[in-house]
């Protein structure tokens, strides 16, 4: 009998145990981006730092609301296949669930469509689109923010960074006076960078520009490109494309004996896709990036996001990073995290991150800009015996 | 609700898609053409709203007019070969188009920013529908007007002579010459036609995304547009959207929490559905048996 009494106590307690996990308060986090094709390491490492900086925030007790109690975070992330109709299927998805803001996307030809159907200002009755704030952690084109008055980024900003690299060159490599460009034309973030931030900023600083070669995402025979690289014999060559193209050209290079004094790199090529695909013929390409880790915080992010089978980059720890600004932008606007006032979160989630100014990073404190873009502190790396080496810091 | 107005203005887009390939394949001929009507529709859509200040309607319309006149201009050389020589320059002519919004920038001074096509950076803030107030559930209407009015002209046509004109064409090329019938004229109409839709979809489709570039229509979209009618089935128009609800409905929409699984359920299931149904998914069995069990009889299927 006692036996019996003892059973039911215990079933009791295991059901009201479940019943107040049950009622524990969470809050859903959305990421979205492409977690298949050529670009899909970005997604996938993008969804294991924020499941990771989400673990490590329930951890520590959760999100205060305002009334008084700790909600866990919820992530859920979705694959738009870094294609436009996808991304913007995924924001309606996401608006229409109890999510209260969306991380992404991934890819700056996703972010640009996808900011246009979000109300341009907001508080703009005639304007129907869509309210929901979006915290940008990898899509890095220049200037997308200023689409919407709900898009936010995170993400470093390149024209500072490159004016920054060739500006270190001139006094490093006094002797290299001439350049060439490499760009993978058909990708948002890459064409732009070359076009609109490497030219500008190399013919800024004084270098002469010798021509430059265009190739396709999904190309991979590149002779041609790199045989016009070599006819031009610059000094430096900056290669404005993503870790799959860019090692299809730096192995080009080596086949037909391109040597430049300085190969300069994409922010996103300096990733761990890059060691993996071309570790040997990568060895001395410089890249600017926002991440590296070079101090115990950053170390921990990494560690962190590794127990979550993600690698930490410079867009990755982006989302890590927007994990903890949300977190503090959520308990600093006082959300009730109530399913019935969600759109209400929502809004105040847009406002505190548009009354930001400074935000902690992993390499220090960013700055936040009127356009709702991010100023991050960067480094120089350098590959090196199939690593990246923290080479030179500039701030 | 608004996602799910927003998945069916994407099968609105991509019905039209269909249908525009569905016209040319009644005829016998595979066009990988109509993914460059589709970009022509877009662009010139979006440029006649965003700079010329159009309201959308008469652009659609121009977008239609433009489509059905580069459509008829490509369809005499083009229609001068056959099978896998036309397949290709039908893809020649995709890509070509492809490549020249690609190059094509046209951008003047709207404040202080810079409005209109920008090459390969595409056409950025073609916003006519929240610009104007428009809800989700609206633009949905919208789109699908025009939709079902596209079908009942196709589903009108198919009852026609002109309809039986087309699937003679397509039955039996020899067969239909010797009855009279002038193959030429019949293939540019059905490709004309086919243009005039596949640009009307990418007008819509241009204001759907906000955002258009050169890389939203190539050889995958061109792909689409010719697999919606063949998994379909060609015996009616509903056939192509019954394909699209399959494709983006469930195979694009329904699978997305599968990750990775996804992208190899869409290629086996693809071939599945055509293995089940190699005659599409709604061959005239398939009309006749749905034509009996709402209305009774078997009489009258095509």
Redesign the interface.
Known sequence: MKKIALAIALAFAAGAASTAQAQEKSIRISGFGA??GVV?SFGINGEAAMLAAADQINKAGGVKLADGSKARIVVDY??DRC????G???I??I??TDSLVAVGPTCS?VA??LF??L??KVDD??????QMPVFTDVAIKVGLAR?SEWAFRNVPNEMTMYSSVFYWLRGKHPQAKTVYGGVE??F?HS??TWHVVMKDRATANNYTLLGESKWLLNDTNFATQVREMKKANADVVAISAHPFTTCGVLKEMQRQGVKPKVLIGLTSSSSMETMQGCAKQAEGMIIPTSYAPVNKEAKAASDATAKFKGSADLHSMAAWENMFILKSVMEDMKISGAKAEVQADRRKIRDGLAKLRTTPGLLGVNSRTEDREADKPYLFVQAKGGQWVVIHNPL | MDFYFGLAQLIGVHTLLGLSAYVVLLTGQVSLAQAGFFAIGAYVAAMLTVLAGWHLVPALGAAALTGATTACAVGFPALRVKGLMLVIATLAFGEGVRLFFFNFDYQIARGDVKVGPLGGEGFRQIRFFPENGWTTLEVMLFIWIFVLLVMALLWWLDRSRYGAVLRAVGEDELAAQSAGINLTAVKVSAITLGGAIAALGGGLYAHYATHIEHLSFGILLATFAIAYPIVGGLASVFGTLAAVLFVQGFLVEGLRDLGDWRNLLFGALIVLAMNLRPRGFLDAGNLRAIKRLFWGGGRGAP
């Open positions: 977690k298949s899909r979705y694959d294609t436009a109709e996808e913007i299927s995924v309606r998805r608006a229409g030809n640009e469509p246009g159907i109300q341009k009755k005639g304007d129907s689109g869509l689409i034309e058909d948002a064409r732009a």
